[in-house]
């Protein structure tokens, strides 16, 4: 969505009751990279935005699948993305998927080197 300056961002997380930190590391990273790729926004905030400040709400329901939502909102339309875990298995699996591309690498990596991202 770049910069299109007709669409406000605002994000949401949900995870269970015993997720202790909010929001998530995921919803930061998430934020981080809007905010790198959208010259709107130079900072997130929980709850509440101010100007070019993304608002992240935060929530913990008990016994929920983990739950990503970023929604772009204008006068003419919302275009929500949103990512639901159903369970862990795809965190494991993701962890598999890295443990084994660091076979034989030196240095310190992120999951971005791993997915040939950026």
């Known amino acids: 969505m770049g910069n299109l300056e ?14 202790l930190d909010a929001p998530s590391g995921t919803a930061i990273t998430l934020a981080e990279g809007i905010i790198e790729n959208n010259k709107n926004y130079n900072a997130w905030k929980l ?11 935060a929530k913990r329901i008990e016994d929920v699948p983990g739950t990503h939502t970023v929604n772009y909102k204008s006068d ?3 275009i929500t993305i949103e990512h ?3 369970n862990r298995q795809g965190f494991a ?6 443990a084994e591309w660091l076979v034989g690498k ?8 791993v997915l040939n991202i950026g």
Not at 6 to 19: A, D, G, L, P
Request: cysteine-free.
């Open 6 to 19: 007709q669409y406000n961002v605002s994000m949401e997380e949900i995870h269970h009751t015993k997720k």
């Open 47 to 57: 709850d509440e935005g101010a100007e070019k400040t993304i608002p992240v709400v």
């Open 76 to 78: 003419v339309d919302t």
């Open 84 to 86: 639901i875990a159903h």
């Open 93 to 98: 699996l993701g962890a598999v998927v890295a």
């Open 106 to 113: 030196h240095g310190i990596f992120s999951m971005n080197d």
